[in-house]
Each structure stands twice: as C-alpha cells, then as structure tokens.
C-alpha cells in the first residue's frame, strides 16, 4: 500500500508572499503530476515530472521532483489572487493497471489581495 | 488539445430516481475513462475505471450495483447513479488519458444534488 501524503492542507497567505506545498510518498514514483482545481471545474494539469531531481518552472511555479523520487514540491513565487484554488498531486507508480491517477488529499490555497 | 466534454453541469433529483451523467472526449479516442466522487473541501477519490468494450474496474468500497458505468464506444462513457439517495450528493468527475506523456484531461464535473 502506497502512502501519500500531501501539506499543508489548508494554506491562507498575502498577495505577493511565497509558499511551498509538498507531496511525500512511501513507495516510488514513476512520475507524478500537479493539478490546480478551481470551484465547480475538473483539474487542470500544470506539469509532469519524471525524473528524479528535475525542476520545471511555469512562470512563478517551481516545481521539483525528489533524487529518490519519492517526493516532490511545488513552490510559488509572490503569490497572487489568480493563484487560489486547490493543487493537487497525483503520483503514479511502477505496476499500476490502466494508469490509474490517484490523488493526494490537496492544499486549497488562498491568496489575499 | 485534448478536450473531454462532461454534461450536465449539475443535476437535482428525488431520492429513489436514477441519474445519467455522460463523458465524452471531443477529439481523441479514450479507450479508458477515470470517474472520481469529490466531496467538499475534500481532494478527488477514485471511483472506477472505465474500460472502452469491457466491465468497469471499481475500486474498493464503490457499488457496482449502484454505479452503473458504460464504455460502449471510444469517445463515450457513462456513468448512472441508480436509487440515488442525499449522501449520493457530490461532485462527479471524469477524466481520461492523453498522449504518451501521461497528461490526463478533466471533464468539467458534474454537481449532483439528491433531494
């Protein structure tokens, strides 16, 4: 059984501050996808990543995925009211059938003008 | 890129009636569907998946018998909420695979309100 483990689960925050979300698991990763998902709409996808220690940058995103790939980050650099809603990580595992997409249990961000 | 067409957006129905929910994908073919149940403030939990000309995988804990899932063809699945009751009441999301990047797209979710 896979363990994951996605923190803060709440996080409220001033416009223009920056935070980190993180998403821990037990097992590795094949790869792991972060999602934002905003109020009565499905998630969207912001990035993939496979391979261990990689960053990707989506403008004021940073995401980073662990050498162990059993982790990974996203950080958001001045954080605007835009940026509310909640991320989501969902890992995916060597074996798993059909590519199940499983989720963490998210970080529902508020951003405070 | 890659569009799944969820409808309708939202439903009210009696307890003890039955709902269709309906999933396409617009321009691509999805031999496989994901449906998720999300309560609020609560992250995404997987229902089942669907498989395109076979039954359904439930996970653990889903009634098949309740949640009826169809994958008749490769642009369209279903799901039926049969005897819906209010704790049936939530946000049911589907979503299928894309391309060799394993990027999943979303439907746009439909809120289900049993009364």
């Known amino acids: 059984t896979q363990l994951l483990e996605q923190s803060p689960q709440f996080l409220s925050i001033q416009e223009g501050e920056n935070l980190t979300v993180y998403c821990n698991s037990s097992?590795?990763?094949?790869?792991l996808q972060w999602y934002r998902q905003e109020p009565g709409e499905g998630p969207v996808l912001l990035v993939t990543?496979?391979?261990?220690?990689e960053v990707k940058k989506l403008k004021r995103l940073t995401f980073q995925f662990g050498d162990a790939r059993k982790d990974s980050s996203l950080h958001i650099t001045a954080a605007q009211p835009g940026d509310t809603g909640l991320y989501l990580c969902?890992?995916?595992?060597?074996?798993?059938?059909?590519?199940?997409?499983?989720f963490g249990k998210g970080t529902k961000l508020s951003v405070i003008p | 890129g890659a569009v799944v067409s969820q409808h309708p957006s939202w439903v009210i129905c009696k307890s003890g009636t039955s709902v269709k929910i309906e999933c396409r994908s617009l321009d691509f073919q999805a031999t496989t569907m994901f449906w998720y149940r999300q309560f609020p403030k609560q992250s995404l939990m997987l229902m089942a998946t669907?498989?395109?000309?076979?039954?359904?995988?439930?996970e653990q804990g889903v009634e098949k018998d309740k949640f009826l899932i169809n994958h008749a063809s490769l642009t369209l699945s279903t799901l039926t909420v049969t005897s819906a009751h209010p704790e049936d009441s939530s946000f049911y999301i589907c979503s299928a695979r894309v391309g060799v990047h394993y990027g999943y797209t979303f439907g746009s979710g439909t809120r289900l309100t049993v009364v």
């Open positions: 990543v496979v391979t261990g220690g």
């Open positions: 097992s590795v990763f094949s790869s």
């Open positions: 669907s498989n395109e000309g076979s039954k359904a995988t439930y």
């Open positions: 969902a890992p995916q595992y060597s074996g798993a059938g059909s590519y199940q997409l499983t």
